[in-house]
């Protein structure tokens, strides 16, 4: 799968681009099918995600559930969001040389379930060198505009970095700092984006797009996972610790290791060898 110059230019000026019919189905379908065992604790690996927010027995069942590195937790998760394709697409629409995988997400919307508020994702960047980001988010399940997909605020990668948001979890207002932030520079008027894609679609986005998502008022489920790529010769920021992530920092070294943070494609052939044998 390459971009063309066109899908480029369009991200380039949205700050998103959707792609129809990326992740082939019986791909889509395994990922789908691991949801019950993951949110559940069963990891095909053994290896227990990185966040696991919503777990079976635990959680509300109003909360949307998220996994973050499902990948190391499960390989048909790992089979899509460790593509050498969106690597190389995220590279081509950021114009960077490569890309690697900062983290992924795994989220599960059951119908009824509550937002996620809108926020900017390299606005949880400031331990990564340099700060940016770009996703894919892959639909497995098909998406409507009132079964709680996502949605994107256009152009607004064109606005600062805003701080973190309050709550990003089921917060009682869901575009609350989105629209405070829209006010500061003008463009309260600015047009929000439904991501409607077939299952297997992907949805592009830049790091400092706005975007959140609503309760899901539709009937059926909203499944996804989400490919979150930073440059390829990203490094950790010194003297800034990542929560979660800087636990991945070795001691007098700002570099990133491939086994927590895979390549995934470089202009010049440096996707990680490891990943191969991991998703044979
Ligand atoms: O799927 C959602 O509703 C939120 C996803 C998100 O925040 C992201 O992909 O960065």
């Known amino acids: 799968m390459e971009l063309s110059q066109a899908q480029i230019e369009q991200f380039r000026e949205d700050g998103f681009l959707f792609v129809e019919g990326f992740v082939e ?5 395994r990922a789908g099918a691991r949801f019950e065992a993951l949110f559940g604790g069963a990891f095909e690996t053994g290896l227990q995600p990185d966040e696991w927010n919503w777990q079976a027995g635990r959680d509300s069942p109003e909360l949307t559930r998220q996994i973050c590195n499902g990948w190391k937790a499960d390989r048909a998760v790992a089979r899509i969001v460790l593509r050498e394709d969106i690597g190389r697409a995220c590279a081509k629409l950021m114009d960077w040389p490569g890309a690697r995988i900062n983290q992924d ?4 919307k ?15 960047q400031d331990w990564v ?13 098909d998406t409507t505009a009132d079964g709680g997909t996502l949605l994107y605020a256009k152009g607004s990668h064109r606005w600062p970095v805003a701080p973190p948001i309050a709550q990003f979890h089921a917060p009682d207002d869901f575009t ?9 520079v003008g463009e309260g008027d600015c047009t929000l984006v439904p991501v409607v894609l077939r299952k297997g679609g992907v949805a592009f986005h830049h790091g ?5 998502s609503g309760p899901n008022h539709g009937e059926a489920p909203r499944r996804s996972v989400v490919a979150h790529c930073m440059r390829a010769d990203a490094r950790f920021r010194e003297g800034k610790v990542g929560t979660i992530y800087g636990r991945y920092k070795r001691f007098g ?3 990133m290791e491939e086994s927590f943070f895979p390549v995934l494609w470089t202009e010049d052939g440096g996707r990680s060898a490891f990943l191969d044998d991991y998703l044979a």
């Open 176 to 184: 609350l700092e989105f629209r405070q932030a829209a006010e500061e």
């Open 129 to 141: 060198e340099p700060a940016q980001m770009v996703s894919a988010w892959i639909a497995l399940d």
């Open 25 to 29: 189905l019986p791909l889509v379908e």
């Open 105 to 108: 997400n795994v989220i599960w």
């Open 110 to 124: 059951p119908p009824g379930a509550k937002s996620l508020g809108f926020h900017q994702d390299d606005s949880y």
């Open 208 to 212: 400092r797009t706005w975007h959140g």
């Open 253 to 255: 070294s700002t570099e």
